[in-house]
T-cell receptor
Framework: GAGVSQSPRYKVAKRGQDVALRCDPI?????LFWYQQALGQGPEFLTY????????KSGLPSDRFFAERPEGSVSTLKIQRTQQEDSAVYLC?????????????FGQGTRLTVV | GENVEQHPSTLSVQEGDSAVIKCTYS??????FPWYKQELGKRPQLIID?????GEKKDQRIAVTLNKTAKHFSLHITETQPEDSAVYFC?????????????FGTGTRLTIIP
């Protein structure tokens, strides 16, 4: 695709509900990252995939957060039993390490509001 | 882990004047320092980046300087225009191959006064 696509753009969840957020990276991009951006803050790292392998999940805040990328392209971030503190924008970024002077391209994010 | 501090948190400058945003980082292994611009409700977009083998990089009105000894880097915007108004984030990474996480600063809200 032309860019990183995320869906849904907005999600309102009742506390305790499970949610699934989708990321379509740029075609062919090996690296995929998830970040959480709270209101007025910088993005904070959640997890990193290289193809289908989850190489770093050190930023996931609790075991309620789970991410997968089973075929090395589309990724899903799942949050179980959502809490109010999970309200944030969830950003996905992809990059291609094979490209000289590569950069991370961000999606527009999913704004999650837990009520 | 890496810690990135960014100052100031808000900055207002008169149109046409220059703006400077400064960041410091803690991990000497970091070697890639991008700057992102984020307009309200939109995705962060890379505006300029610098790798540790250079001390300065310029792209039209935007420049970035890096002092690896002092572990700080700065964004300079000259001849500011209203469309420069946005939140700017600095970041640091241990890799310039796009396979390492970015650690972001807390952002600077830049307002250009017409």
């Amino acid at each position: 695709g032309a860019g990183v696509s995320q869906s849904p753009r907005y999600k309102v969840a009742k506390r305790g509900q499970d949610v699934a957020l989708r990321c379509d990276p740029i075609s062919g991009h090996v690296s995929l990252f998830w970040y959480q951006q709270a209101l007025g803050q910088g993005p904070e790292f959640l997890t990193y995939f290289q193809n289908e392998a989850q190489l770093d999940k050190s930023g996931l805040p609790s075991d309620r957060f789970f991410a997968e990328r089973p075929e090395g392209s589309v990724s899903t971030l799942k949050i179980q039993r959502t809490q109010q503190e999970d309200s944030a924008v969830y950003l996905c970024a992809s990059s291609s390490p094979e490209v000289v002077n590569t950069e991370a391209f961000f999606g527009q994010g999913t704004r999650l509001t837990v009520v | 882990g890496e810690n990135v501090e960014q100052h100031p948190s808000t900055l207002s400058v008169q149109e046409g004047d220059s703006a400077v945003i400064k960041c410091t980082y803690s991990d000497s292994a970091s070697n890639y320092f991008p700057w992102y611009k984020q307009e309200l409700g939109k995705r962060p977009q890379l505006i300029i980046d610098i790798r540790s083998n250079v001390g300065e990089k310029k792209d039209q009105r935007i420049a970035v300087t890096l002092n690896k000894t002092a572990k700080h880097f700065s964004l300079h915007i000259t001849e500011t225009q209203p469309e420069d108004s946005a939140v700017y984030f600095c970041a640091a990474s241990k890799s310039n191959f796009g396979n390492e996480k970015l650690t972001f600063g807390t952002g600077t809200r830049l307002t250009i006064i017409p």
